[in-house]
């Protein structure tokens, strides 16, 4: 071990683990305000948020393996500065095809930093202070959805949307001048990176029906809020006249729907996983044939944010069980799974979501429970194919 302190250097480990919420959240309230600076529909600025998304999945597809054979603190400290630096590119331009392509590295450089900051804490604790660490770092990722786009609405309301890719600029690098300072190499034995052995490893996986089934699963759940976040900003804006500061308090106070989903499902993790499930869905259908009911008596921000806070508790629950389906699958290769789940994810939330917003477009919100609908409906199908196959491998397993 290399670190010059490490009491500072697991600080800075927790300080980048919300960027990747950041990264994607502080700019939603400043959607409106891009399309038309940049003259531009909401379809085209909502894909600077999916090309995110994608290449912040691949990435994490191979990362993992090129750090554990290279190291994880030059490639942080570039990965750093490549933000930095897309960060201040994209604050500075108005072409839009700049901007997407600068999103794009944004998410491989988020990528690389996130896979290695995961990996830090395995390579320096052990035993109940690793699972102590381990178990902050859901809720510490968390704080990023929550506070990104309430802090994002004020620095639109004060200076514009560009302000928000200053402040990551800003924040990026700070911490990497911190990194550097008192950060240090980790990696205790680098491992010669074998690609016909990760390949195999992916293909088991990948063949395993219930595993990628339940991967589809997360992207369903997840791809509920990313839909929000993409149309929200332009319903509020729009179509109910309201500042980007009220978007910011409302994804603030969706986000606390999200993460209460993910206690409850922590809660219930003892009962039966397909029955709560079950119940889940169904209470999903209930909420969203209320919802387009009750559109034709009231549409105010106060019934948008009611029917969304319980639909995006109901998709926080589905993702924390379904988080854990996955990870559990392949208990011996749990990083690689891990990885694997995460990466096919976003890349999975990110062209479903895209797709969803280009049939339903940010218009109001019937539109939005219309894109609730559809995915609640692809949730149902896949969750009864996961298991129906579940049972089949389980059947089929030699233990």
């Known amino acids: 071990m290399e670190q010059k302190h490490p009491g500072m250097a697991t600080a800075i480990a927790f300080a980048l ?31 600077t948020l999916s090309l995110f998304l994608i290449s912040y999945g691949v990435s994490q597809l191979f990362l993992g393996s090129f750090l ?64 102590h660490y381990l178990s902050m770092l859901s809720i510490i990722w968390s704080a990023g959805p929550i506070v990104a786009p309430f802090f994002g609405g004020y620095l639109q309301k004060a200076f514009g949307w560009q302000s928000n890719f200053y402040f990551l600029a ?34 088991k996986m990948l063949t395993t029906a219930s595993f990628t089934l339940g991967i589809v699963m997360l992207g369903t759940a997840y791809g509920m809020v990313m839909i929000y976040n993409m149309t929200g900003p332009f319903i509020i804006q729009h179509h109910l006249n309201l500042s980007p500061v009220v978007t910011g308090y409302s994804s603030l106070f969706l986000g606390f ?25 169904f209470i999903q259908f209930v909420f969203i ?29 589905t ?7 996955c990870l559990g699958k392949f208990p011996k290769n749990a990083g690689i799974a891990g990885g694997l789940t995460g990466g096919l994810n976003y890349v999975i939330i990110s062209f479903l979501s895209y797709g969803v917003v280009n049939l339903f477009p940010a218009r109001d919100e019937r539109n939005l429970s219309y894109s609730y609908l559809l995915l609640i409906l ?11 196959f579940k049972d089949k491998e389980e059947v089929l397993s030699p233990n």
Request: glycine share 8%; net charge positive; charged share 10%.
């Open 170 to 203: 800003g924040l990026a690098f700070i911490i990497l001048v911190l990194e550097y300072m008192y950060g240090g190499e980790t990696l205790p034995v680098r491992t010669p990176f074998k690609l016909k052995r990760v390949v195999l490893l992916y293909k």
């Open 289 to 317: 044939a209320v919802m387009l009911v009750s559109l034709q008596f009231v549409s105010n921000i106060y019934s948008l944010l009611f029917f969304a806070f319980i639909i995006h508790v109901s998709a926080g629950f």
């Open 17 to 47: 683990i919300p960027l990747s919420g950041f990264a994607t959240d502080i700019y939603l309230p400043s959607l409106p305000a891009m399309a038309g600076d940049l003259h531009v529909s909401g379809v085209s600025i909502q894909l």
């Open 68 to 131: 554990d054979s290279y190291g994880r603190y030059k490639a942080g400290l570039a990965a750093l500065l490549i933000f930095v630096v897309a960060s201040l590119v994209i604050a500075t331009s108005t072409n839009l095809y700049l901007i997407c392509g600068m999103r794009v590295v944004h998410g491989f450089a988020v990528g690389l930093i996130m896979v290695g900051k995961r990996a830090y804490f395995v390579d320096v604790f052990t035993g109940e202070k690793l699972k």
């Open 257 to 281: 729907a999200w993460m209460t989903g993910g206690f409850i499902g922590k809660a219930t993790i003892k009962h039966s996983f397909y029955k709560r499930l079950l119940v889940n869905l």
């Open 378 to 388: 692809i949730s149902a199908v896949v969750m009864f194919a996961v298991s129906r």
């Open 319 to 325: 993702f924390n069980n379904y988080f854990a389906f």
